[in-house]
């Protein structure tokens, strides 16, 4: 699958979310797309925006290309982000949380079922 239709699948079923004020599905599919910009990002180097105390200045002066990721490695990100919902729901449950675990795990379902439907 091209990385961009598990993106724009993710950003849509967002948008549909956020319509639907479902604050279970939005703040699970924020989560994985705020996964992926992380992973995008570029570390920075020493030295990388320039010499100035507060670093770089100017409109665009820190700006460095972003890592581009194949559909693979996005697909990892956002079944990484859905193992991390079920082991916070297991968490959640040791500690008798059961309300927050069930939203943790509908998360976790949700994003499950937008990387089985590629």
Known sequence: MPPSDLRERLRR???EALRSRDA??????RAAISAIDNAEAVPARPGQFGRAPMGAVGVGAAEAPRRSLDGEEILRIVRAEAADR????????RLGQVDAAARMRAGAELLTAITDAG
């Open 13 to 15: 079923t967002l948008r």
């Open 24 to 29: 279970v599905a939005a703040g699970a599919l």
């Open 86 to 93: 079920l082991a916070a729901a297991a968490q959640f449950e």
